[in-house]
Every structure is written in structure tokens, then in C-alpha cells.
């Protein structure tokens, strides 16, 4: 199958720093792709350099087999991270505009365009101008102007930025109608739950370097083997007394039980079972491998973290919680 | 990669389209033919009927014993209103000599009403200024003692020279007033100075009197009336309006790419059309904004001057010069102003790049009238083809009563494609970078980096 999306060895710097360094990728057509990592990580220079905004100092950038962005504009959609639009204009012009622009005739855009505000709970918004629109209907309607063209490569960079839950869950939805058309969909964000929850494969950028590209399902195989969950079966049970169990180094409070670490190289198995022994359990199970884990992981190998772990995943959490309460 | 007539096409579309119906551009549109109405004829005449006439005395000290007379005559409404028909070059007693095109009325300040107060030629002038001295409300006003010296009409044996006369004036008279009053002081002297030496002055008067005719264009297309006042000023039109036309068109491509740049949406659309072509779609959009407005000033231009049978002026080759000229100006100034509206965050930011453009603007059409007046010198054919500037030089020249020959025009419009060419160059690099550059607003010397970089 022919690639959506080859990179190849790019490089991109700006004054000294260096923004993108020997990135190579490869998307195959009809593939979910995220591209995730911290803020400044290098995500939207990539996204740009991909979209032929700018252009690397190295290496090259192929899609649909061949040629740039430029060559393929009317097959590409993009929501940019800084998004706007015309404010005098009604989005109902902006839109057919824009899908005009991309190679549509204005009553194929226009009538797609009426479609998917319909989709999106913007019904009567149409005829009403940019600047009437509240920030929220704003940014869907700058999602319909990505998708207007009926893209075969759909680029998203922080779609969910500043979305409240409903939105999210529509665009969600809007994005999987796209994936399930035929679209090859990348999108970047730093919230870690959203890459999960909607991807078939990660791409970590940190300092401008893949970290990672791996498979959702292959992460998810992976398992954090000094990690125990446990819900207990009675809910007054004195969890804390599990500190006393031969392998645990901590066990932490939650709602549901408790998070139970263990001591490096306690064999899991025979911990589970003393631990079920004290506790009865309603539940318990060795911890899934989380996207932060493994981006603090990969960093701290590669030797590129300039953070402590500590505030990597403070950094991680801090935006990883944002996602989760949408 | 490939350009999209297309894409530019559909910009060039919507920023026409976007700017042509804002309430600015409409505005802007029709100040300039609102401004010249009122400069040029509402004004004189809001001025002229709100102000109230003068009526007041003037103390006449004649020791000729001539002179008092003459000014009993020369003070008369109707006397002043002639000698105002003759300086505005009418001819108030004689019927046209040929049909009038359209008359004009002589208009002007409310004539004063003076009444004369003879004093006797021996009169204390030092005892009589204190007379001058009243509040401003006082009646009959006290406006102004006229004094005339002994030899004012007749001259010393020993003088080549006749006499004057002194003016003392109230505090209170008015510009309008004292002009009238001298000029009829003015008048009385001549006729007393004629009389004494046995001439008729209404003779004299009458023999001076000399309408000055319309002169008619004859040349190989035919005759037509020719407009010597108005050809004057028709290189400094031209000027104008390519200037106006050029900074209108400038000013709002800035504008909207300012916006853009601000409002976010810059990047949305560089996902639809690559920056050459939206850089392209601009300028074209507004190069046409200009053309209406141009095609406007044109269309009133001609019906005013058909108003006064002068559409003839506009000849069909000075409109295709107007259009081309404009063009390349426009092409010129708007690629600067566009790399200005693409490397600001702000509006405000663009003040202190913007200068030096509209330095270079304001003197290009500077230059029209003094080119216009002297069209084939050397200083005038040496700014033909110095730019930014020699297209408002040689459309003066072109506008003017003796026009410079077809190669020196072609080879203005080959130097200003030229320069727009480069112009345009440099911009599109500039373009290309500043478009997504934010925060601190760049100086010359960042541009031009770049434009390096690009």
C-alpha cells in the first residue's frame, strides 16, 4: 500500500535551536496517527514542515506517494493550532470559501458544509457571521473548514484545545465518521488520554527527536510489573496494612482501592497472592503501562530529558488530567 | 510545485469583494470627491453667505479737494461689484463676444456699505484717530480715516512721482472691508489723477476692458475648446489620483493582511493555497479595488468636465496612461505595504515601517505640479525615470500641454515593471517568512533578513 506520508531525515532549525532533528516516518493510507509529546516538543513545526508552511533545512517529505503539500493541497484537510477566521464573514461563506479553495465547487462545499455543522449541533449557524459565534462553536466550525474538502489526509494539531466535554465527544465521533470514510488522520496533542483513546499508533516527539513509534495495541500489551491494583471487596478493609506484605515498597489511597508498588525485582505473581490473602479483592490486576510512563521512560534512555522525571510527569500529568476530565 | 490560477483567483475574489462592501472602504471612497466640493465650491460659499455686510463711516482728509469726489463714487455697491467683474477677467459692460460655455458667477465676500465723512483738507488727523476708538457694537462703526497727501494727483515740480495716501483703521474693520476700501481709494486716485490732466476716466476704463476669449484646440482629430486653467491642473489630478487610488489600494491590503496575520487565519489558509498564491491573490484583489476607484474618479471626472464641456480633456491614451501608470505604482507601493501588513502583529506596529513608503508616495505626486509646469526639462525627464517615483512624473508630463514623445513614456513603464518586479521579489520572500513570525515588530534591517532567509 502506497504511504499517505513519507518523512524522511528531517531536520529543521531555528537561529540555534534546533526544532526538528533526523525524523523519519512512515503513515500508510488509512492509518489514526498521533503525534504526541510536551509543549515545545516540535510536534507543530513537524505538522507544519508536513503541510509545507515551512520547509526543512534537511531530508525530504513525501505524500500520496509523491510530491509535497503544495502538489496536494486540495486532498490534505489541516486545523492548525492557531486557528481563526474571516470574523466579518459568515461561516457559511467562510466555509464554501475554504472548500473552494481546496477544489470544491461552491455547492459541493456549501452543502457539505451545511451537513457537517448539522453534525456538530451547529444548525442554525450558517448565515450568522464568525465574530457572533461563541469561542467553542468557533472551533468547530474551524473543524468543519478542516474536513470540508472530504481530505484523504485529515492533520489535526490539538483539535481539542480548549473544548468543552460535549465537543470533544462530537468531534471524536466526526473524526472516527472521517477514519471509517477512508481518511489517513494525524493528530498532535500533549493530552496523553485523547492519543489513546483515539489512536492506532503513537509517535512521541521530544526536543525535536522521535522517542517512539509504536502501535496503541502494542503499548498496550506492556505492563508495569511493580505495579498492583486493588479494589477491596469490603470498602472498609484497612488497606494500609498491605504496607506490612513482604515485596511492597507503597501503597497509595484511591478511590476505587489502592495503587500498590513493589519492591524492584518482587516476582508479581507471588506478591498478588499474599496481597489477595490479606486483602480479599473485588478486583486485582497488574497495572497497564501508561503513555507517560513510557514517555519518561524513553526519555530518561535516550538521555535527552533535561527535567527531572518528577517534573516531566508533573508536566505529563498536569496536561494528561486536562484531557481526562473531557 | 505548481501555481493555482484558481486559488489566486478566489482570494483575489474575496478580498475584493470583503473590502469593496466595508463601510470604511466606501467611506474612503467618496471622501476625496466630497472634499474637493467642499474645498472648491461649498466652502467660498458657506463663507461668503454667513458673513453679515459691513455698514459704517469712513473720514476722508483731501487737501487735493479732488479725491472726495471720485471716492463718493468709486465706494458704490455697483462700483465695486464692476471692478470685481473686471479683475475676475468678465467684462461687466460688454455684451459676450461669443457664446459663454457656462457662466460664471463672480462671487465673494458681502460687498460693504462705506459712507464718506469729509473732513476739511486741513483737518487735525492726530486729533481725529480717537474718533477710531469704539466699542465693537457701536453704530454707525467707525472703520477707517483715509488721509490723501497734497501731491496724490497732482505732482510736486519736483517729484516723478505722485503722492499716496494714509490709512488709520479701527481694530474692528475687517479683511474684506479694508481690501474693498483700498481698492476704491485705489480708484478714486486714478479717475482725480485722469481728470486733472483732461482724460476721461470711464473712456480709459471702458478701453481696458478686455474679455478674455476661450482659445480653441485645432488639431488633426478636429477642433475643441481649450481649457488653460484647468490644463493646468491636470498633471497635478492625474498625480492625485494615482496617489489616491495607490495609497487607497495599499493601505486596505495592508489592512486585511494585518487582520489575517491577528485574527489566526492565516495558517488556516496557507493549508489552502501556498503563500505565493495567496500573495498573489491579494495584490490582485486589491490592485482591482484600486481600478474601481480609479474607473470612479474617471467616471465623475468626466461628468463634471462634460458639465462645463471640457470631457474632451481626458483624452482615450492619458486614461490608458492614468490605468497603466496607476498599475505599476500600485504594484510597486502595494508589495511594500503588503510585506509591511505580513511581518506586523498590529496595526500600530506598521506606523514606523510605513513611513518612509509614504514619504516616497507623497513625493512622487509632489513632484506633478512642478513637472506639469515645466514638463520637458531637464529636472522633469531626469524624475521620469528615477523610481519609485518616475510614474507620477511622467504621467504629469503626459497630462500636460506638451507631452513628452511615446518612447520616453514606454521606456517610464518599462523601468516601473522593472522596479515592480523586484519590488514584488523582494516581497514575496518577505511574505513567505513573516507570515507566521509573532512578537516583537521587525525593523528594515529584519526584512531584509528575511528575505535572505527565504
Known sequence: MTAALEIQAIRKVFGDKVAIESLDLTIPQGAIYGLIGPSGAGKTTAIRMIMSILFPDSGSISLFGGGTALDAKDRIGYLPEERGSYRKMTVGAFLTYMGCLKGRTRAQASGRADRLLGRLGLTDVFAKKCEDLSKGMLQRVQFV?????????????????????????????????????????????????????????????????????????GLRRQYDRRRILLEPLDPGANLLALKSVAGVENVKLNDQGCDIRLVEGTEPGSAMRALAGAVAPARIELARIRLEDVFIRLVSESGTANESHEALRTHLQGLSNTGASS | ?????????????????????????????????????????????????????????????????????????????????????????????????????????????????????????????????????????????????????????????????????????????????????????????????????????????????VTQPDSVVVSATGEHAGS?????????????????????????????????????????????????????????GHLGLGLTMTGIYLLMSFYTLGVYSMAALLEPMLIVYVLAFYMVTYMVFGSLMLTIGAAVNQMAEAQSLMGPVIILLVAGYSLTPIVGLAPNSSFSVAMSFIPPINTFAMIARVASSAPPPAWEVWTTLAIGCGTAALVVWFAAKVFKVALLMHGKPPNMATLVRWARMA
Open chain 2, 1 to 209: 510545485m505548481s501555481i493555482s490560477l484558481r486559488r489566486i483567483g478566489l482570494v483575489a475574489a474575496r478580498d475584493y469583494k470583503a473590502t469593496i462592501t466595508s463601510r470604511a472602504f466606501l467611506v474612503g471612497l467618496f471622501v476625496m470627491p466630497v472634499l474637493f466640493v467642499i474645498i472648491f465650491t461649498l466652502i467660498p460659499r458657506i463663507l461668503n453667505s454667513n458673513s453679515p455686510q459691513v455698514v459704517g463711516e469712513v473720514t476722508v482728509i483731501d487737501p487735493t479737494g479732488k479725491v472726495t469726489a471720485e471716492l463718493q463714487q468709486t465706494v458704490t455697491p455697483a462700483d465695486i461689484e464692476r471692478r470685481r467683474s473686471m479683475e475676475a477677467g468678465q467684462n461687466p459692460a460688454a455684451p459676450p463676444a461669443q457664446p459663454a460655455r457656462t457662466p460664471v458667477t463672480v462671487t465673494g465676500p458681502a460687498i460693504p456699505r462705506l459712507t464718506l465723512v469729509p473732513l476739511p483738507g486741513d483737518a487735525d488727523v492726530q486729533a481725529r484717530k480717537p474718533w477710531l476708538i469704539q466699542p465693537r457694537n457701536a453704530t454707525p462703526q467707525h472703520l477707517a480715516i483715509v488721509v490723501v497727501r497734497p501731491d496724490a494727483v497732482v505732482r510736486r515740480a519736483d517729484s516723478g512721482a505722485f503722492g499716496n495716501f494714509d490709512l488709520y483703521t479701527s481694530g474692528h474693520i475687517d479683511d474684506n472691508t479694508e481690501t474693498v476700501l483700498r481698492g476704491s481709494v485705489r480708484a478714486a486716485l486714478i479717475a482725480a489723477r485722469l481728470h486733472s490732466v483732461g482724460e476721461d476716466p470711464a473712456a480709459i476704463a471702458t478701453a481696458e476692458q
Open chain 1, 145 to 217: 473548514a478542516a474536513i470540508v474538502n472530504e481530505p484523504e489526509l485529515l492533520i489535526l494539531d490539538e483539535p481539542f484545545g480548549g473544548l468543552d466535554p460535549v465537543s470533544v465527544r462530537l468531534l471524536k465521533e466526526v473524526i472516527a465518521e472521517e477514519h471509517h470514510r477512508g481518511a489517513t488522520i494525524i493528530f498532535s496533542t500533549h493530552v496523553m488520554a485523547h492519543a489513546e483513546e483515539l489512536c492506532q499508533q503513537i509517535v512521541m516527539i521530544h526536543q525535536g527527536r522521535k522517542v517512539l513509534d509504536e502501535s496503541i495495541a
Open chain 2, 228 to 284: 488653460r486653467g484647468i490644463a493646468r491642473f491636470l498633471p497635478f489630478a492625474c498625480g492625485i489620483l494615482i496617489f489616491i487610488s495607490v495609497i487607497s489600494g495599499g493601505q486596505a491590503l495592508m489592512t486585511s493582511t494585518v487582520e489575517e496575520k491577528s485574527n489566526r487565519v492565516i495558517e488556516v489558509l496557507l493549508a489552502a493555497v501556498s503563500p505565493m498564491e495567496l500573495m498573489s491573490g491579494k495584490l490582485l
